[in-house]
């Protein structure tokens, strides 16, 4: 019993001298985290074990650039690269079913236009499995055998968010419609059927209806618009009709093009600088705290050809 008492007394001592000596919670805000560490390249990702189980691969920086790596599994330290990409990122890879060789597939720009390439692991070699043009591969399945609406709702329902960053939406079903990829072309009839055929008058009156760019005028917050040049299912066109739109009705837009990028943002440098401008956007948008944009506009391929002054540092980070 003595015992208990005595730890007591020491439990409560040891909780009074931290009571007396804490300080108050500071008041500084936390500090924030650096936006490249959220949307720059990562160390290393997709680790993959060839189905042999004598090789690793993975996806890590090359020249700041994702590029393939391999190593043996006895033997990571031995590791190398296996591409040697200067602009585009590698993302996806895939082991053949004999473990003789890595695959990827790569587009140029963003066109979508992926092809297959393959690389023997122990001698280097790539071949271009896939040589055609103006051809979309995708991997539906392995052989066992050895040997992948923010503008209807500022348009549509204007109040209901109090800002918006649309990222290579359609603004225009209509012409939308008119540039379907040759690897949709399988879909055009299931297309036609939910959004109106363009083919027939009821059709076209159906998909005006529902099209943003002609309800334009009826936006009162704030946009932001991201867009690849070469994207090849909504077309840069999509963009440009809805800016054009707001323009013509004197309403505020900023509109950031990307030249080199397709349906999304793929290079690391581009995918930052948007994100350090919609950050800024939403911040002035929402209230809160935002990194400012500094070099990563500059350090991309952003062009902003309508609105840089309607979010903030923006216009300024054109000039550094």
């Known amino acids: 019993m003595k015992s208990f008492q005595s730890l007591l007394v020491g439990v409560f001592a040891i909780t009074s001298l931290c009571a007396v000596g804490a300080s108050p919670s500071s008041t500084t805000p936390a500090p924030l985290i650096e936006r490249s560490k959220i949307f720059g390249n990562p160390t290393r990702s997709g680790a993959s074990l060839s189905p042999n189980g004598r090789w690793l691969s993975w996806l890590a920086p090359r020249e700041d650039v994702m ?28 082991w053949a079913p004999d473990s003789s060789m890595v695959m990827y597939m790569q587009d140029t720009g ?6 297959l390439y393959g690389i023997d692991v122990v001698t280097g070699v790539e071949k271009t499995l896939t040589p ?21 709702g500022l348009t549509f329902t204007p109040t209901t968010f109090a800002c918006g960053v649309d990222i290579v939406g359609p603004s225009n079903l209509e012409t939308l419609s008119k540039t379907i990829p040759p690897y949709w072309t399988a879909l055009i009839q299931q297309l036609h059927r ?17 099209s943003p760019v002609y309800k334009a005028g009826n936006i009162i917050r704030p946009l932001l618009i991201g867009q690849g040049a070469n994207d090849p299912r909504v077309n840069q066109a999509e963009s440009d009709q809805i800016v054009s739109a707001m323009q013509r009705k004197g309403i505020p837009v900023t509109y950031v093009l990307f030249p080199d990028e397709g349906h999304g943002f793929a290079r690391p440098e581009n995918n930052i600088a ?16 935002a990194e400012p944009i500094g070099s990563t506009v500059k350090s991309s391929s952003a062009r902003v050809p309508v609105g840089a002054a309607f979010t903030p540092g923006l216009e300024a980070s054109l000039k550094e």
């Open 274 to 289: 948007f994100n350090a401008i919609s950050e800024n956007f939403l911040a002035s948008c929402l209230g809160g705290r």
């Open 110 to 115: 963003g066109d979508e236009n992926f092809l």
């Open 67 to 94: 590029n393939l790596w391999v190593a043996p599994g006895a033997n990571l330290a031995d590791a190398g690269p296996l591409t040697s990409s200067k602009d585009r990122p590698v993302r996806l890879s895939y």
């Open 194 to 210: 939910r959004m109106g055929n363009p083919e027939t008058s009821a059709g076209i009156a159906l998909l005006k209806e529902r």
């Open 132 to 152: 055609f043009e103006k051809t979309r591969v995708q991997i539906v399945n392995v052989s066992p055998l050895v040997k992948d609406r923010i503008l209807v």
